[in-house]
């Protein structure tokens, strides 16, 4: 496929090495640099476009690759608010977008298992549970999008918890959680790619499932993998329908 990197930080480069490995062609590469000036014109022609940029500037990107009838897969969080009106959008349009707060498989055999486990602990309430997220310095969103995506599979199946609050340790002051409130804490270190804990508190035990990212290969890799599986298709995806663990 002929790929369009919108944003080339870190995750656009080790993208771009893992399309090339896997055969593909890099069409464009946009960053900060030429984005302001690109047009419909110059995106045209492309099999697909992967967004690692940063919040302010996936959406417009999202719009102008649907203008220009190109499929997008879309790594980048923090524009979630806008979701209705983006899948809305595509749909009239006839688009094509996949979006995701994390494409590692291993993260999305963790979102499955989370699910699982919540369900499972539904009818202890003596466990009280909340989730960490660990990541680089660099990050510029919190809580992160997978953080959230967990919490949500957890409120999903929980009958005590109705929404997520967040804290990011050292920067504001401490939240102490209400009981219906699932509490994800924050944590901003150097160069973490990023760990996720879900940790289940009673006052005999602990339970904690944990995923821990070793680089970011494993988001990079799967970006690309999810670009292969939206050739062709038409409609507004999340990547948890890429992998079916029902099999």
């Known amino acids: 496929m002929n790929i369009i990197l919108l944003g080339y930080g870190k995750m656009g480069q080790i993208i771009e090495r893992y399309a090339l490995k896997r055969g593909h062609q890099i069409f464009l590469i946009v960053d900060e640099n030429n984005r302001p000036g690109l047009t419909v014109d110059d995106i045209k022609g492309a099999d697909v476009a992967i967004d690692f940029s940063v919040p302010s500037a996936a959406l417009d990107n999202m719009n102008l690759c649907l203008e220009a009838g190109v499929p997008i897969v879309v790594g980048t969080t923090g524009w979630y608010d806008q979701l209705e009106s983006v899948r809305e959008k595509c749909l009239d349009s006839d688009g094509t977008i996949l979006y995701g707060s994390n494409y590692s498989i291993g993260v999305n055999v963790f979102f499955h298992i989370n699910r699982m486990l919540a369900q499972a602990l539904q009818p202890y309430k003596q466990y009280d ?52 409130e699932l509490l994800i804490e924050s944590h901003r270190i150097e160069e973490v790619p990023g760990t996720h804990t879900v940790l289940y508190s009673s006052e005999v035990d602990q339970i904690e499932f944990k995923h821990t990212a ?7 890799l799967g970006a690309v993998v999810a670009a292969e599986w939206l050739n062709g298709k038409k409609g507004f995806y999340q990547v948890t329908e890429i992998f079916d663990f029902n099999k």
């Open 129 to 180: 549970v909340q989730v960490e997220e660990i990541h680089h310095i660099h990050k510029l969103d919190a809580p992160s999008g997978t953080a959230i995506t967990i919490a949500e599979g957890i409120l999903d199946h929980s009958d005590v918890k109705t929404n997520w609050v967040n804290t990011v340790v050292g920067e504001q002051d401490e939240i102490i959680p209400k009981p219906q």
């Open 214 to 220: 070793h680089s970011r290969d494993g988001f990079a």
